[in-house]
């Protein structure tokens, strides 16, 4: 028996010509949108990425794209790949262990519940995220599941920085072109957000 997520052969290639760096935040985030965007036009999952860096320099650790639908496995959100490659790499479980280094995620979307589970198991230091829960389903139709209702002073009780809307704007419009294109809405048993009424 084996667990194993594969990353397309199209984000390894893109990820060897990413700088060692990027230094801003926003360049982050513009390259987590692009890789979001270019995992649904090559139909290889949702339009879902998110990046592992060190926070202080910029230095990329992993990218992760959502692998849903092609690996057949519901965890295969873009932040829990990020989050396992960047743990492999590194050879640790706890990417909070080393007190000199600040580990960052960077996702063009809020993290769902089960991600959200997932950062302080995780030893990351810093969240960074752009469109919001609510904005993602909205325009999607995903089901981004019962988030704590102060899920980000619940992250930052544990001393995880949470900065939020960063790029919103482009994330939502990769999540406009992700609704145009008649791609599956992958949500259990091909359900819609609960109602809210």
Same mark, same amino acid.
């Given at each position: 028996?084996?667990?194993?997520?594969?990353?397309?052969?199209?984000? $390894? %290639?893109?990820?060897? %010509?990413?700088?060692?760096?990027?230094?801003?935040?926003?360049?982050?985030?513009?390259?987590?949108?692009?890789?979001?965007?270019?995992?649904?036009?090559?139909?290889?999952?949702?339009?879902?990425? =998110?990046?592992?860096?060190?926070?202080?320099?910029?230095?990329? +650790?992993?990218?992760?794209?959502?692998? +849903?639908?092609?690996?057949?496995?519901?965890?295969?959100?873009?932040?829990?790949? =990020?989050?396992?490659?960047?743990?492999? %790499?590194?050879?640790?479980?706890?990417?909070? =262990?080393?007190?000199?280094?600040?580990?960052?995620?960077?996702?063009?979307?809020?993290?769902? =519940?089960?991600?959200?589970?997932?950062?302080?198991?995780?030893?990351?230091?810093? +969240? +960074?995220?752009?469109?919001?829960?609510?904005?993602?389903?909205?325009?999607?139709?995903?089901?981004?599941?019962?988030?704590?209702?102060?899920?980000?002073?619940?992250?930052?009780?544990?001393?995880?920085?949470?900065?939020?809307?960063?790029l919103a704007e482009q994330a939502c419009d990769v999540f406009r072109q992700f609704a145009a294109s008649?791609?599956? $809405?992958?949500?259990?048993?091909?359900?819609?957000?609960?109602?809210?009424?």
């Open positions: 028996m084996q667990y194993q997520i594969e990353l397309p052969s199209w984000v $390894v %290639k893109d990820c060897e %010509k990413l700088p060692t760096c990027l230094p801003q935040l926003e360049d982050r985030m513009e390259t987590i949108i692009r890789f979001a965007r270019s995992n649904f036009e090559y139909e290889t999952g949702g339009p879902f990425a =998110a990046g592992v860096f060190d926070k202080t320099t910029g230095r990329v +650790v992993s990218i992760g794209v959502n692998r +849903v639908v092609p690996c057949l496995n519901s965890s295969a959100h873009a932040e829990i790949v =990020a989050i396992s490659l960047a743990q492999q %790499k590194l050879q640790t479980f706890d990417l909070g =262990a080393d007190p000199s280094i600040e580990y960052q995620l960077v996702v063009n979307g809020r993290p769902c =519940a089960m991600c959200f589970g997932a950062i302080p198991w995780s030893g990351i230091r810093s +969240v +960074v995220y752009a469109a919001s829960g609510e904005q993602i389903e909205q325009i999607t139709g995903f089901d981004e599941g019962p988030i704590h209702p102060q899920w980000q002073s619940e992250l930052q009780k544990r001393g995880i920085e949470v900065v939020d809307g960063v008649g791609q599956p $809405v992958y949500n259990s048993r091909a359900g819609g957000p609960p109602s809210s009424s």
